[in-house]
């Protein structure tokens, strides 16, 4: 069974453009969450979507949004992105409402200059 | 407010040796632990878990602790081989009831070096 894929695994982009980042779970996965990983603030939650619907959200700006389409697939995007939002961007999936162990793809590396 | 901490930042061990990594939290209202791993450019593998109502999990090498009067657990990776070099993430699940769905709050990490 594949893993969880990300793409772009790299992106380089400037101040205030926005982007969008895109994630699909493990098939039959229906929860995807999104996490950003930097050096100084560690690995934080941004938010969790099931069955199309967001049940969960960490302490981000407004910037910062998601959305899951009806097989599952997820995006997230920035937009006027600042210099503080380089990072490693995470998304991982599970299979049910309340299954914790969650399974992560490789991310995607953002960079802005 | 850091709520799980993982209070070392590294460690090192002889291949064979036993690695013990440690993990702090503070709401109670966690009821899942996980432990993870982590290599440079790739996202976080799922290594092992414990429910709250357990207080040991083991598979393999690899044995979770828990000591919930302390909010304290524990990863234990015996015997330690040089692919276990990596770095490991606890992490934490439950902590606003049903309500932070699957969302999992984790540690700072802990680089592990595995010596041959």
């Known amino acids: 069974k594949a893993g969880v894929t990300q793409t772009p695994r790299y992106l380089i982009k400037t101040r205030g453009q926005q982007v969008t980042l895109s994630c699909s779970p493990i098939s039959g996965h229906r929860s995807v969450s999104w996490y950003q990983q930097t050096p100084g603030q560690g690995l934080q939650f941004l938010f969790e979507?099931?069955?199309?619907?967001?049940?969960n959200k960490g302490n981000f700006p407004g910037r910062f949004s998601g959305r899951q389409f009806s097989n599952s697939r997820s995006e997230m995007n920035v937009s006027t992105l600042e210099l503080g939002d380089s990072a490693l961007y995470l998304c991982?999936?599970?299979?049910?409402?309340?299954?914790?162990?969650?399974?992560f793809g490789p991310g995607t590396r953002l960079t802005v200059t | 407010d850091q709520q799980v901490k993982q209070n070392s930042p590294s460690l090192s061990v002889q291949e064979g040796r036993i690695s013990i990594l440690n993990c702090d939290y503070t709401?109670?209202?966690?009821?899942?632990f996980l432990w993870y791993k982590k290599y440079p450019a790739e996202g976080p593998t799922f290594l092992i878990s414990?429910?709250?109502?357990?207080d040991k999990n083991e598979d393999g090498r690899f044995t979770v602790f828990l000591n919930k009067s302390a909010k304290h657990l524990s990863l234990h990776i015996v015997p330690s081989q040089p692919g276990d070099s990596a770095v490991y993430f606890c992490a934490a699940s439950g902590g606003s009831g049903k309500a932070a769905g699957n969302k999992l709050t984790f540690g700072g990490g802990t680089r592990v070096l595995v010596k041959p």
């Open positions: 991982a999936s599970s299979l049910a409402a309340f299954d914790y162990e969650q399974y």
């Open positions: 414990i429910s709250s109502i357990k």
């Open positions: 709401n109670s209202m966690f009821d899942y």
């Open positions: 979507y099931f069955s199309e619907t967001q049940r």
